[in-house]
């Protein structure tokens, strides 16, 4: 395996994203966060992380995982986070003032992996859900195959 996807999903949106970065970029996995340690990225060449957003930051679970990643484990790996979100223009005037002070998971994940020496392939990338538990957007599938070949 040289393509790693992690993720940690509350309602299957996140996994279906995972899972199907997995299915179309070669030589990868998916694997839920849920019991991983970090030596599970030893001999990888790319590490996709994602997560749905939870007051603006990944999962206490992801974010857990990210922490005991040591320094300068994901030297010379590409890296790329994704997150699961609402769309701004979706919710009332407070959530959206909330959303712009807070911001998304992806970039915080990003920053994450960049601090433990992973080099960023491409911007953070959020995907559309419908309502807290989803599902996703229409198109926003679709949207996952632009964003892995942009990455490769």
Known sequence: MQ????YDSLYGNT???AEKIAGVMPQSKALKVDALKPEILQNIKF????SPTQGGRPTILLQRFLNQIPANTLKNIKVAAFDTRLSEKDVNFALRLLIKTIGYAA?????SLEKKGGKLAAPPRGFIVRGKEGPLADGELERIDKWIKSLL
């Open 107 to 111: 970039p915080k994940i990003a920053k």
């Open 15 to 17: 996994r279906k994203i």
């Open 3 to 6: 393509n790693l996807i992690i």
């Open 47 to 50: 590490l996709i992380v994602g």
